[in-house]
């Protein structure tokens, strides 16, 4: 019994695709020079094969709003990568899980208790005082004179501090970085930024998880756990917190 085989009306592609690599020998840094050299050689919309995921690129202004809005739930749904599956639970992130009534859920709970108007407006004062910091150790910083400063590293550790004292009421960046715990927490975001950055040659080539040459899964395994360790204390001071409160 033979089976026929799919095929499917995709955007134009490149020709020189290899077997098993597709097209990612043409994949040069940096990206975005290289994906606009193939726009103007393919269009506006095209196919890449990387391994065994089809990429569409899409360049065109009218056609991310066609994407994203008359078409939003067919491209809803995202790749399973290694690293949702060890550290975003199992793909059950907001960022991670797919289209369905669990994401839905998911985004009303963060519409609703994060980034709702009242909520921003209670934590405005975060976001000011976080700022005026910011303000001040670039001040101090450069008072005597022409200083070199470098802003990106500042303005995570400006982000990741608000984000904190929304979720936690916790700094872990600045004054700080004696703490115990804030030393913890460095440790495990500069950990989980350098998983998300990678580009893992397992979420192209799957049959790569069965060997595990590089001890990828290992390492984000022993990650998450070191995560829930730090969120269970997290949750045991608010606890504790609450039921002296109650007292």
Same mark, same amino acid.
């Given at each position: 019994m033979?089976?026929r085989?799919q095929y499917?009306?995709?955007?134009?592609s490149?020709?020189?695709?290899?077997?098993?690599l597709?097209?990612?020998?043409?994949i040069?840094?940096?990206?975005?020079?290289?994906?606009h050299?193939?726009?103007?050689?393919?269009g506006p919309?095209f196919s890449? #094969?990387?391994g065994v995921?089809?990429?569409?690129?899409?360049?065109?202004?009218?056609?991310?709003?066609?994407?994203?809005?008359?078409?939003?739930v067919?491209?809803?749904?995202?790749p399973?990568?290694?690293v949702d599956?060890y550290i975003?639970?199992n793909?059950?992130?907001?960022?991670?899980?797919?289209?369905g009534?669990?994401?839905?859920?998911l985004?009303?709970?963060s519409?609703?208790e994060?980034l709702?108007?009242?909520?921003?407006?209670?934590?405005?004062p975060?976001?000011?005082?976080?700022i005026?910091r910011l303000l001040?150790?670039l001040?101090?910083?450069?008072?005597n004179?022409?200083a070199?400063v470098?802003l990106r590293?500042?303005?995570?550790e400006?982000a &990741?501090?608000?984000m904190?004292?929304?979720?936690?009421?916790? #700094?872990y960046?600045g004054e700080?970085k004696?703490?115990?715990?804030?030393?913890?927490?460095r440790?495990?975001i500069?950990?989980?930024?350098?998983?998300a950055?990678?580009t893992?040659?397992?979420d &192209?080539f799957? &049959?790569?998880?069965?060997?595990?040459?590089?001890?990828?899964?290992k390492?984000?395994?022993?990650l998450?756990?070191?995560?829930?360790d730090?969120?269970?204390?997290?949750l045991?001071?608010?606890r504790?917190?609450k039921?002296?409160?109650?007292?």
């Open positions: 033979s089976r085989k499917y009306n995709l955007p134009p490149p020709a020189l695709a290899l077997p098993i597709g097209h990612l020998h043409l040069k840094q940096p990206l975005h020079r290289t994906l050299k193939l726009s103007q050689k393919h919309i890449l #094969r990387l995921r089809l990429v569409v690129v899409v360049s065109s202004p009218e056609l991310v709003a066609e994407c994203f809005t008359e078409n939003d067919v491209f809803a749904n995202r399973h990568v290694l599956k975003g639970y793909h059950t992130t907001m960022s991670g899980a797919p289209y009534s669990h994401w839905r859920n985004r009303r709970l519409a609703q994060v709702s108007i009242a909520r921003l407006n209670t934590f405005e975060i976001r000011r005082d976080e005026k001040q150790n001040y101090k910083t450069s008072c004179g022409f070199k470098v590293p500042k303005l995570s400006v &990741f501090n608000i904190m004292r929304m979720v936690a009421g916790k #700094r960046f700080e004696e703490s115990e715990q804030g030393k913890i927490f440790e495990l500069s950990e989980v930024l350098k998983h950055d990678a893992n040659p397992e &192209f799957p &049959f790569l998880n069965w060997i595990d040459y590089r001890g990828l899964k390492n984000m395994a022993a998450g756990k070191k995560l829930d730090f969120y269970e204390v997290l045991e001071e608010h504790e917190e039921r002296n409160t109650m007292i």
